[in-house]
């Protein structure tokens, strides 16, 4: 494999909630599930991304993320395990997938998100990925991706192997592709196939149909707990038997089926070879206990991404719904982040001048945790529900957003800035200097900037100070000079003038008074 397996398709966010049943309702006949505990996971192409990227193998997921809290959960969940979120813009809610369970199993599931809306466009990091991949898998889900035009010719221009999982509301698979793998309802759906013959020879006669009608190298028709039918070059189908008869929660089945298809075509197994080894895993994946177990730990352990509270103009919701009214308008989104632990007028200047660079200012927060595993124990000082409301006290921010990991690469997946912006001397040396955000800004078109800053104003300074009883409180040792940096913006050249000595200095007393 030279390049990474993408996924491309739909993303939902599921949970599964697992409870017990100990009476019915007093006012209608249907149990009680009092929950016990829930698992937060993303679903469609997602989960196929997930389970793809489990072995090790590099994945980056293009799908539609919307700009609300699922989204960012999503963003968060995905990052956590590893998987490379290329979004595009989507209109409306998240879609959400929640199933209520009881002892191992499935009570009731609640759908929620709406109709979909139709995706934004793939952006130029989007069409050269699926021009540089090893494997591409679309896991259709029917709400929209698969059907994208630009994506269509992508994954038509594409010289890597594509396998296609289909979905009876989706579009058809682009012609060419290598596999498709619809289970018998979609084959019989999507085919026509009249009822009345056995089972076998309905699988066949619906994998026939795709295979012309699609003009696809091969059609495996997946048959449950029985294994796969393939129908490729011969006549006559072959029939992939399970290797064991497995009962369990089947729900990723498929998705543990096709991504283990594409990661095999991949490493340039032929067709047949590729079904065999996905029928061998996904019974594995049901007889281990399916999804619940498959995951990995770090997927369904995650704690909640985004810490909601503290005002109206903290948490996602928030953040969502600022990114969400400038975009609509047409503006432009900066984002910024940082511990902020003890606000002093160095932030405050970056803070100015990263809002003048667009139409909102989002600041991504590091949680007390956070920031406890960045800089010790002994800190922050000043606790994440304080720092948050602070900083939404500025008039230049629009809105915070607190996050758990050590990086914000996960908020910036789903906040999806115009302008990343940091605060620093990453601009003197006047090389190359790459902020790390930036490979992830280049996935939406997005850019990376530095910002002035005031020299001598340290968090950690400040903190020393006030512990040893020297200094003042700002943590300088006299009147250090103010120093205009250049912005720092990939191949742009753009530059700010240095935030005044005057507009800090009236600033902090404003903030003061």
């Known amino acids: 494999m030279t390049g990474p397996v993408v996924v491309l398709g739909d993303t939902l966010l599921d949970r599964d909630v697992e409870g ?8 209608s006949p249907v149990p009680v599930l009092d929950e016990t ?40 969940l995905l990052a956590a395990a590893g998987v490379q979120l290329y979004a595009l813009p989507l209109a409306g809610a998240t879609p959400e997938k929640i199933r209520l369970r009881a002892r191992g199993r499935v009570l009731l599931r609640h759908d929620r998100g709406g109709l979909a809306g139709p995706p934004g466009e793939p952006s130029e990091a989007v069409l050269r990925l699926l021009a540089s991949a090893s494997a591409v898998l679309v896991s259709d889900y029917g709400r929209g991706v698969a059907r994208h035009p630009a994506l269509r010719a992508a994954l038509a221009a594409t010289r890597a192997p594509v396998v296609w999982d289909p979905h009876p509301r989706g579009p058809a698979a682009v012609p060419g592709v290598h596999l498709a793998t619809p289970n018998e309802f979609e084959a019989r759906e999507l085919a026509k196939v009249p009822p009345g013959a056995s089972r076998l020879v309905t699988a066949s006669r619906g994998a026939q149909a795709l295979r012309e009608r699609w003009q696809a190298g091969a059609v ?11 129908c490729h070059a011969g006549a006559t189908p072959l029939v992939v038997p399970a290797p064991a008869s497995a009962e369990g929660d089947t729900c990723g089945a498929g998705d543990r089926f096709a991504a283990t298809a594409a990661l095999a075509l991949a490493r340039g197994a032929l067709v047949s070879e590729a079904v065999q080894e996905a029928v061998a895993e996904a019974s594995a994946y049901v007889a ?4 619940a177990t498959a995951l990995p730990a770090p997927v369904r ?29 047409g503006g432009t989104v900066v984002a910024t982040g940082g511990c902020f632990d003890l606000l002093h007028a160095g932030h405050v200047a970056t803070l100015e001048a990263a809002r003048q660079l667009g139409d909102c200012l989002v600041v991504c927060l590091n ?50 800035p115009d302008v990343w912006v940091k605060g620093g001397d990453y601009a003197s040396g006047g090389g190359d200097e790459t902020l790390p955000e930036a490979e ?13 800053y005031l020299d001598g104003r340290s968090t950690t300074d ?26 720092v913006a990939g191949d742009a050249d753009i530059t700010v003038a240095a935030t005044s000595r005057e507009t800090v200095t009236r600033s902090t007393a404003e903030g003061a008074a």
């Open 20 to 27: 017990v049943v100990n009476r019915l309702c007093p006012d």
């Open 37 to 76: 505990t829930y698992v937060d996971r993303p679903g469609g192409a997602g989960l196929a991304a997930i389970l793809a990227a489990a072995g090790g193998t590099e994945v980056a997921l293009v799908t539609a993320v919307a700009d609300d809290a699922g989204g960012a959960r999503l963003g968060t």
């Open 220 to 230: 495996a028709v997946t048959l449950g707990g029985d294994g796969a039918l393939l």
């Open 288 to 291: 281990g206990g399916g999804v």
């Open 301 to 329: 352990t995650a704690s909640p991404v985004v810490i909601s509270g503290g005002g109206e103009r903290v948490g996602a919701a928030a953040a969502g719904a600022v990114v969400a009214e400038v975009r609509a308008a």
């Open 367 to 416: 949680s007390d945790a956070s920031v406890a595993g960045l800089k010790g124990p002994q800190r922050p000082v000043v606790p994440q529900g304080d720092r948050s409301r602070l900083l939404a006290a500025l008039s230049c921010v629009d809105a915070v957003m607190i996050f758990d990991e050590p990086t914000p690469h996960a908020a910036l997946s789903w906040l999806r």
């Open 440 to 452: 992830i800004l280049a996935r939406w078109g997005g850019h990376t900037v530095v910002v002035p």
């Open 462 to 487: 400040m903190i020393a100070a006030a512990r040893s009883g020297r200094g003042s409180a700002t943590g300088l040792d006299g009147g250090a000079a103010d120093h205009p940096r250049s912005l």
